[in-house]
């Protein structure tokens, strides 16, 4: 466009010299023409290129003229008319810049607010701000940090490469400039804004860079916020979602609770009446009398221990714990004893019994009973096809103040989804080969709390389908 | 804080003292170079004129001298390449005060200069020793200075009566041959390759594109070859602010010194039409 106007110029002149009316001043004007053009198409280089070369053209005619005629007003006029295509074309020029850089920078702008108010992530969205701050400003490179807040800060770069060094290149045939703008919406820094381009950095650069890093600046916190909210209504509605999922399992596990409770209450009570009753409506042999009392004592056992793991597990939940009477606990006795108990009772299941070096144990001799109990119990419940069951205790090899003892299984195992939730009350775990196990789901829960009681801890492994490791440790 | 505690300026020097001190040795050897050429001119058994061809390569072999000290911030290695390319200069500007023919010597400075900047090809770069960023900067610095050149004709022709007309070929070739090998070629080298090109990486382009045309301008007027008329004097000022200005212009725009010193050797080619 700039060679079209310089052709411009140049056929004015020589249709004006053809003519022979190049002194004429009212056709000097025709030169403004070109340059108008060239000014308004681009801007303040074409302006200025455009406006000077019509002045060196027109001095042609106008120098011999003063020459002639002296420093007359006339000639002082043509001198005037020499300098207006430049100034004209600067004048023009520089107005076509500036206004072409507010529509850049409005353009700009909207852009920057439609990228950011997209959903993709905020790294994302400041690589698109970085591509558009770079055209907008006209710079060569452009590189957004931003604060985030809680974690590392947020940078962006164009191109992408781009990474400031930590002194301005000076290497090269064109000299670099940085500006370094600081983020910041009023409510302390947000972020930086720097730029880096070959050549100057002309002050409406600056200027505009200046604007636009207060409009990044907001725009940015803007975005933070929504971010920042849009996080926060994530992990509500996840929170909601947990506590909507844990109330359905609480329901569900009370639902549960009260059909096995009074299932399993039922059961020793309809025992106890049924046998009450003949002894105390039928002349029953002395014989069976004694059979049918044996059979009252062990329901009523059953019924008592049901009731104590009720209120002592009411205890626990309460806060208070149970009341432990420690005294010095034979361990290996006390397993083997359970060992051979259960054995009889559950000949499919093959027990394994392993003791090493075992220390004296400080404990509550009835807690440490059911404890060990309980996890076998669980272990024969939840292995209904038989296997093996072992047995071990001895000094636990990663905390040697304390005393473990672990009990192990081949059963169906606990899916690992389950894990976290397996030592609360209430809870049992869906599995169709055990649906029919009798149980309130207390058991780990109590052995759970038994063990915080002694000031121990218990621990699970487990794989779904090949079994279960429950390890209890209790303090010497 | 990076930006507080590192100078602004990487370049600059850390002792200026000591490219002050090169800097007065330079015009001190180029002062008596010249000086004995000067005195070797009035003595009756040389031929006359070899003094002042002496003295003339010596000035344009210290501008280059300046412009190799400058570029190396006065670090070692830049006075090997400044010594070669005077010698060649004083060969060159004899040579062609002997015979106009002997001008031809002056288009083998280039060359030197350019076998001697290949060694250091990073430095140089930084001056604009290097091709244009765009081909069409060549074109524009060529078309520029033809353009100053033929307004120069017809503004002298059309003012001060000035015929424009073909010189005597031999004669002018010489002096286009000057205009490459000397006149053109130090005063892109200093003024817009290591003037220039250091006050703009300090400054923005206007005070360093002013500053380096205001020397270059000190220089002509200081040439004694310059015509000593008023309007000449006037006019020569005038043409050489523009092209000094478009030079630096050309240089920031391409990053290289050609379209510049193109630029120079045209306008001077239509100059030489006028003075020969």
């Given at each position: 466009?700039?060679?079209?106007?310089?052709?411009?110029?140049?056929?004015?002149?020589?249709?004006?010299?053809?003519?022979?009316?190049?002194q004429?001043?009212?056709?000097?004007?025709?030169?403004?023409?070109p340059?108008?053009?060239?000014?308004?198409?681009?801007?303040?280089?074409?302006?200025?290129?455009?406006?000077l070369?019509?002045?060196?053209?027109?001095?042609?005619?106008?120098?011999?003229?003063?020459?002639?005629?002296?420093?007359?007003?006339?000639?002082?006029?043509?001198?005037?008319?020499?300098?207006?295509?430049?100034?004209?074309?600067?004048?023009?020029?520089?107005?076509?810049?500036?206004?072409?850089?507010?529509?850049?920078?409005?353009?700009?702008?909207?852009?920057?607010?439609?990228?950011?108010?997209?959903?993709?992530l905020?790294?994302?969205?400041?690589?698109?701000?970085?591509?558009?701050?770079?055209?907008?400003?006209?710079?060569?490179?452009?590189?957004?940090?931003?604060e985030?807040?809680?974690?590392?800060?947020?940078?962006?770069?164009?191109?992408?490469?781009?990474?400031?060094?930590?002194?301005?290149?000076?290497?090269?045939?064109?000299?670099?400039?940085?500006?370094?703008?600081?983020?910041?919406?009023?409510?302390?820094?947000?972020?930086?804004l720097?730029?880096?381009?070959?050549?100057?950095?002309?002050?409406?650069?600056?200027?505009?860079?200046?604007?636009?890093?207060?409009?990044?600046?907001?725009?940015?916190?803007?975005?933070?916020?929504?971010?920042?909210?849009?996080?926060?209504?994530?992990?509500?509605?996840?929170?909601?979602?947990?506590?909507?999922?844990?109330?359905?399992?609480?329901d569900?596990?009370?639902?549960?609770?009260?059909?096995?409770?009074?299932?399993?209450?039922?059961?020793?009570?309809?025992?106890?009446?049924?046998?009450?009753?003949?002894?105390?409506?039928?002349?029953?042999?002395?014989?069976?009398?004694?059979?049918?009392?044996?059979?009252?004592?062990t329901?009523?056992?059953?019924?008592?221990?049901?009731?104590?793991?009720?209120?002592?597990?009411?205890?626990?939940?309460?806060?208070?714990?149970?009341?432990?009477?420690?005294?010095s606990?034979?361990?290996?006795?006390?397993?083997e004893?359970?060992?051979?108990?259960?054995?009889?009772?559950?000949?499919?299941?093959?027990?394994?019994?392993?003791?090493?070096?075992?220390?004296?144990?400080?404990?509550?001799?009835?807690?440490?009973?059911?404890?060990?109990?309980?996890?076998?119990?669980?272990a024969?419940?939840?292995?209904?096809?038989?296997?093996?069951?072992?047995?071990?205790?001895?000094?636990?090899?990663d905390?040697?103040?304390?005393?473990?003892?672990?009990?192990?299984?081949?059963?169906?195992?606990?899916?690992?989804?389950?894990l976290?939730?397996?030592?609360?009350?209430?809870?049992?775990?869906?599995?169709?080969?055990?649906?029919?196990?009798?149980?309130?789901?207390?058991?780990?829960?109590?052995?759970r709390?038994?063990?915080?009681?002694h000031?121990?801890?218990?621990?699970?492994?487990?794989?779904?389908?090949?079994?279960?490791?429950?390890?209890?440790?209790?303090?010497? | 804080?990076?930006?507080?505690?590192?100078?602004?300026?990487?370049?600059?020097?850390?002792?200026?003292?000591?490219?002050?001190?090169?800097?007065?040795?330079v015009?001190?050897?180029?002062a008596?170079?010249?000086?004995?050429?000067?005195?070797?001119?009035?003595?009756?058994?040389?031929?006359?004129?070899?003094?002042?061809?002496?003295?003339?390569?010596a000035?344009?072999?210290?501008?280059?001298?300046?412009?190799?000290?400058?570029?190396?911030?006065?670090?070692?290695?830049?006075?090997?390449?400044?010594?070669?390319?005077?010698?060649?200069?004083?060969?060159?500007?004899?040579?062609?005060?002997?015979?106009?023919?002997?001008?031809?010597?002056?288009l083998?400075?280039?060359?030197?200069?350019?076998?001697?900047?290949?060694?250091?090809?990073?430095?140089?770069?930084?001056?604009?020793?290097?091709?244009?960023?765009?081909?069409?900067?060549?074109?524009?610095?060529?078309?520029?200075?033809?353009f100053?050149?033929?307004?120069?004709?017809?503004?002298?022709?059309?003012?001060?009566?000035?015929?424009?007309?073909?010189p005597?070929?031999?004669?002018?070739?010489?002096?286009?041959?000057?205009?490459?090998?000397?006149?053109?070629?130090?005063?892109?080298?200093?003024?817009?390759?290591?003037?220039?090109?250091?006050?703009?990486?300090?400054?923005?382009?206007?005070?360093?594109?002013?500053?380096?045309?205001?020397?270059?301008?000190?220089?002509?007027?200081?040439?004694?070859?310059?015509?000593?008329?008023a309007?000449?004097?006037?006019?020569?000022?005038?043409?050489?602010?523009?092209?000094?200005l478009?030079?630096?212009?050309?240089?920031?725009?391409?990053?290289?010194?050609?379209?510049?010193?193109?630029?120079?050797?045209?306008?001077?080619?239509?100059?030489?039409?006028?003075?020969?």
């Amino acid at each position: 466009m700039i060679w079209a106007a310089l052709g411009l110029v140049a056929l004015i002149a020589i249709a004006l010299r053809a003519v022979g009316v190049e002194q004429m001043p009212a056709l000097q004007n025709v030169y403004l023409v070109p340059v108008l053009w060239a000014a308004l198409t681009r801007g303040t280089l074409g302006g200025v290129l455009a406006g000077l070369v019509a002045g060196l053209v027109q001095s042609l005619s106008i120098f011999p003229f003063i020459e002639l005629v002296g420093l007359s007003w006339p000639a002082l006029g043509g001198l005037l008319a020499l300098s207006t295509p430049l100034t004209l074309g600067l004048t023009v020029g520089r107005l076509v810049d500036r206004d072409r850089g507010r529509g850049a920078q409005l353009d700009a702008l909207l852009s920057i607010q439609r990228s950011l108010a997209d959903s993709a992530l905020l790294t994302e969205r400041l690589a698109t701000v970085a591509e558009l701050t770079r055209s907008a400003l006209e710079v060569d490179r452009v590189r957004l940090v931003l604060e985030t807040g809680h974690d590392a800060s947020v940078a962006a770069s164009a191109p992408q490469s781009y990474r400031p060094a930590e002194r301005v290149p000076s290497a090269g045939a064109t000299p670099c400039r940085r500006l370094v703008l600081g983020l910041d919406a009023g409510q302390g820094p947000v972020g930086a804004l720097i730029i880096e381009r070959d050549g100057d950095l002309p002050t409406a650069t600056r200027g505009l860079a200046d604007a636009l890093a207060l409009h990044l600046s907001l725009a940015l916190e803007n975005a933070r916020l929504t971010e920042r909210q849009r996080h926060f209504a994530q992990e509500l509605e996840e929170k909601i979602a947990g506590a909507t999922r844990r109330l359905r399992e609480l329901d569900q596990a009370k639902n549960e609770f009260l059909s096995i409770a009074s299932h399993e209450l039922r059961t020793p009570l309809t025992a106890l009446q049924g046998f009450s009753e003949l002894l105390l409506t039928r002349d029953v042999p002395p014989e069976r009398a004694r059979r049918y009392l044996g059979h009252l004592h062990t329901e009523s056992q059953r019924l008592g221990r049901i009731v104590g793991d009720l209120l002592d597990l009411s205890r626990i939940e309460s806060g208070r714990g149970p009341t432990l009477e420690r005294v010095s606990v034979d361990l290996g006795a006390m397993i083997e004893a359970n060992v051979e108990i259960f054995a009889s009772q559950h000949p499919r299941h093959q027990f394994e019994w392993k003791g090493r070096k075992l220390p004296a144990l400080c404990a509550d001799r009835d807690a440490v009973d059911r404890m060990l109990k309980n996890l076998l119990s669980n272990a024969i419940k939840y292995s209904p096809r038989g296997g093996r069951v072992r047995v071990e205790a001895g000094p636990a090899a990663d905390k040697p103040e304390m005393v473990e003892f672990t009990v192990e299984d081949d059963g169906v195992g606990i899916p690992a989804e389950a894990l976290p939730r397996i030592f609360d009350a209430y809870v049992r775990i869906a599995n169709p080969e055990t649906a029919a196990a009798p149980g309130l789901g207390l058991g780990l829960s109590l052995v759970r709390g038994l063990a915080h009681a002694h000031g121990g801890s218990v621990e699970v492994e487990s794989l779904p389908g090949k079994g279960s490791r429950f390890r209890v440790l209790l303090p010497r | 804080m990076n930006l507080l505690i590192h100078r602004l300026d990487a370049e600059r020097t850390t002792n200026p003292s000591a490219i002050g001190g090169q800097l007065l040795l330079v015009a001190a050897i180029a002062a008596a170079v010249g000086g004995l050429g000067l005195a070797l001119d009035s003595a009756t058994s040389v031929r006359r004129g070899l003094g002042h061809a002496c003295a003339s390569g010596a000035a344009h072999g210290c501008f280059l001298a300046v412009g190799w000290l400058l570029a190396f911030q006065g670090r070692a290695g830049w006075w090997g390449p400044a010594l070669r390319e005077s010698v060649a200069l004083i060969v060159a500007s004899v040579a062609a005060r002997l015979s106009p023919a002997g001008a031809v010597a002056y288009l083998l400075v280039p060359l030197v200069v350019a076998r001697d900047a290949a060694f250091w090809p990073e430095r140089l770069d930084r001056i604009g020793w290097r091709w244009p960023r765009e081909r069409r900067a060549t074109l524009v610095g060529a078309a520029s200075g033809a353009f100053l050149g033929l307004h120069l004709l017809f503004a002298a022709s059309l003012m001060l009566g000035y015929h424009v007309e073909v010189p005597n070929p031999r004669r002018y070739l010489a002096a286009v041959a000057y205009d490459v090998g000397a006149n053109a070629l130090t005063v892109e080298w200093l003024f817009r390759g290591v003037i220039f090109s250091m006050l703009w990486r300090r400054w923005s382009f206007w005070p360093a594109a002013v500053v380096s045309t205001g020397l270059s301008l000190l220089r002509y007027l200081l040439d004694p070859a310059l015509p000593q008329t008023a309007e000449l004097i006037a006019g020569a000022m005038f043409y050489m602010l523009l092209l000094g200005l478009g030079s630096c212009a050309l240089r920031a725009w391409s990053g290289s010194l050609l379209p510049g010193y193109l630029a120079t050797v045209t306008f001077f080619a239509a100059y030489r039409i006028l003075l020969v």
